[in-house]
């Protein structure tokens, strides 16, 4: 998977996954924190979410022409990381009000812009060389999975972090305090007695009223979650150094359409206008289908997590909880990466002894942890749920290269847009679980004037399946498109091209958040059927346009 490729692949990927840990870290806990912090409801959190996710893919756009234009992408890049860094600082500043949350969010979308598309661009550049040209589809394969190690590890950071914090304090997170503690100050809680249980179980800490209780405790997990915010910012620190320490090996692929133009005898190729045109309206259509993917992928923010706080258990029993604590879930996914590496044919004798002592010394770690976990009981956190799709994307990952692979060599690989296609019928697929899920549970306005939780809750197992589905569907999609953008886009208009890919993204995210209405007023599973009937409509489209994308892609 990682041979043929030039050494600035590696570079990027690692720059890209600590900007990304940094991301999810923030993610993972953003709508729990305006709802946590601020007492919003769901379509206030959602609208500051979609406009924020917005932001963060619609101005890759703005990024791409500066790029293409007047910095260049190294230059572009590192800017990027440094306003990303300053935005998320912003966060992580104790008792920081509304207003400044803005401001900082309006930062880190800026930074993004300037970052994402042009790294991209930046990989795509050292495919051009026809001697890598070949391995572009698994290039951006690899440079995927490492977005998703960074997301990976995001949960638990921001699961750590919250919890010391809160444990300084004297609290313990519990998912039912937040809201009925806004209740209780605002005046609107209509019984207590479900207050007071939950504050008498809060064993170290100090008050004298229950509304006292709920004071401390909202400015506690505040606190906690800007720590969480902190850890994104040190996150962008690792990823600047990164890309400046190691500029040697991408330095070659660091050069827009513009610049090589300006050299003397460079071989420069320049489309026709009716090809330039061809390509812009190919990559036009895909941007409108993909829009709706991530219309529904990020869900797992916002009414995903939202289901996995309000109506999915929160303790679980010790087999369950492997895979929720990261001391006995990455020891596993050692295990089974070391077996594979000693059984997998052709593996050299050296591979295979370390792929056996890697397996022998997690297993070790496996069991000493797993002892500490009880029969039952175990808590899990809505945000954990986060750190499936990308550890899905990490093992799936070679799975579907491989597969794509011993297509390729039979002549029977499809191609980039049908890829897409079937991608948007799995995602289907992934909501039609939530449907099945969701079917007799408490509407979420029935939820919004109880307060708390449902009193009938779900097996995880619901989202985690959920999210198994659309990780499969993202790795068809995803960096596929990434890939089909790198390919097509017109020389002069690689950084915005990719800006372009990433504004598809934005429109989808917006319209991510700004459904959040639907959740309040509809039953569940009226709210994930819309994201089935979409999705297929979507996918429709997609084949239905096949013979315009061959068309420009040959072009």
């Avoid at 198994?468 to 089909?484: D, R």
Wanted: aromatic share 16%.
């Amino acid at each position: 998977m990682f041979k043929g490729h030039p050494k600035g692949l590696f570079v990027a990927f690692f720059t890209n996954m600590g900007e990304r840990f940094g991301y999810y870290t923030m993610l993972a806990i953003f709508v729990l924190y305006l709802q946590s912090k601020f007492g919003w409801s769901t379509s206030e959190s959602g609208r500051v979410y979609g406009t924020f996710l917005f932001g963060i893919y619609f101005l890759p756009l703005l990024g791409g022409y500066i790029a293409d234009n007047i910095l260049g992408y190294g230059k572009t890049i590192l800017l990027g990381i440094v306003i990303m860094f300053t935005g998320y600082a912003l966060l992580a500043m104790p008792g920081t009000g509304e207003f400044f949350i803005y401001v900082a969010l309006a930062v880190i979308s800026l930074g993004t812009g300037f970052f994402k598309g042009n790294l991209q661009a930046l990989v795509g550049n050292m495919y051009d060389d026809p001697k890598y040209a070949p391995f572009r589809d698994s290039a951006f394969n690899v440079f995927y999975m490492g977005i998703n190690i960074g997301a990976f590890f995001a949960p638990s950071a921001a699961e750590a972090m919250r919890n010391w914090i809160m444990g300084m304090k004297g609290f313990t997170y519990n998912a039912a305090i937040p809201d009925l503690a806004h209740k209780c100050l605002n005046g609107t809680l209509k019984s207590p007695e479900q207050l007071e249980k939950l504050a008498s179980g809060q064993i170290g800490a100090h008050f004298t009223s229950l509304q006292d209780f709920s004071a401390q405790y909202i400015d506690a997990i505040g606190r906690a979650y800007n720590s969480g915010f902190a850890v994104a910012a040190i996150s962008m620190i690792a990823s600047l150094l990164i890309f400046i320490l190691f500029r040697k090996y991408y330095k070659s692929a660091d050069v827009t359409h513009k610049q090589k133009k300006a050299v003397k005898g460079a071989q420069v190729v320049d489309l026709t206008k009716a090809q330039t045109k061809d390509r812009l309206i190919a990559l036009g259509l895909v941007f409108f289908v993909v829009m709706f993917f991530w219309m529904a992928f990020h869900q797992n923010g916002f009414t995903l997590t939202i289901f996995a706080r309000d109506y999915t258990v929160s303790t679980v029993a010790k087999s369950t909880a492997v895979i929720f604590n990261i001391s006995t879930f990455l020891p596993a996914l050692i295990v089974i990466l070391g077996v594979f590496i000693v059984l997998a044919k052709g593996s050299s004798r050296n591979n295979r002894i370390f792929g056996g002592v890697a397996a022998l010394l997690a297993a070790a770690a496996f069991f000493y942890f797993f002892r500490e976990l009880t029969a039952e009981g175990n808590p899990i956190s809505p945000e954990k749920f986060q750190q499936f799709n990308p550890i899905f994307i990490v093992f799936l990952t070679p799975v579907v290269i491989g597969i794509f692979s011993y297509m390729r060599r039979h002549s029977k690989e499809p191609s980039s847009p049908v890829k897409i296609g079937i991608g948007m019928l799995i995602t289907a697929v992934g909501f039609l679980i939530m449907v099945i899920a969701s079917r007799g549970l408490m509407s979420p306005a029935d939820l919004k004037i109880q307060g708390g939780v449902s009193d009938t809750l779900r097996s995880p197992y619901w989202l985690i399946g959920t999210y198994l589905t659309l990780t499969v569907a993202e790795l068809f999609l995803s960096p596929i498109g990434i890939s089909f953008v790198s390919k097509v886009a017109p020389p002069q208009h690689k950084g915005l091209a990719q800006g372009g890919w990433f504004g598809a993204t934005a429109i989808g995210n917006l319209l991510a958040g700004f459904i959040g209405p639907f959740w309040d007023k509809w039953e569940l599973w009226q709210f994930f059927m819309l994201l089935v009937v979409v999705t297929i409509l979507s996918a429709i489209i997609m084949f239905s346009i096949l013979k315009v994308l061959k068309r420009a892609t040959t072009s």
